[in-house]
């Protein structure tokens, strides 16, 4: 049975750091592409940062320059480093990923608190 396990998340205050880290178990396939998002009370949820195994990522504007997603697929981990956070990061993040199976996958998500 194919899991993702999301953690890192947590309380900081703005301008802090957080890493989030996607631990994907139980599939025999590769990872093809894998994404972040994000889901604020009363909102969608929203794309925030992509990447291929092509090493092509993709990022939602508000988060430009400010978060780094990076993907190792020999331990088949996908991250999300974010830095100079902002209460408006507030959100419960979710770790997708796509396998070469053709089959994607999110996890249970990890609550992420900005707030001084």
């Known amino acids: 049975q194919v899991q993702l396990m999301e953690s890192g998340g947590g309380l900081v205050q703005p301008g802090g750091s957080l890493r989030l880290s996607c631990a994907a178990s139980?599939?025999?396939?590769?990872?093809?592409?894998a994404g972040w998002y994000r889901q604020a009370p009363g909102k969608e949820r929203e794309l925030v940062a992509g990447?291929?195994?092509?090493?092509?990522?993709n990022y939602e504007d508000s988060v430009k320059g400010r978060f780094t997603i990076s993907a190792d697929n020999a331990k088949k981990m996908v991250y999300l480093q974010m830095n100079n956070l902002k209460p408006e990061d507030t959100a419960v993040y979710y770790c997708?990923?796509?396998?070469?199976?053709?089959?994607?996958?999110w996890g249970q998500g990890t609550q992420v608190t900005v707030s001084s």
């Open positions: 997708n990923v796509l396998f070469s199976s053709r089959r994607t996958y």
């Open positions: 139980g599939s025999i396939f590769s990872i093809a592409a």
């Open positions: 990447i291929t195994t092509g090493g092509s990522t």
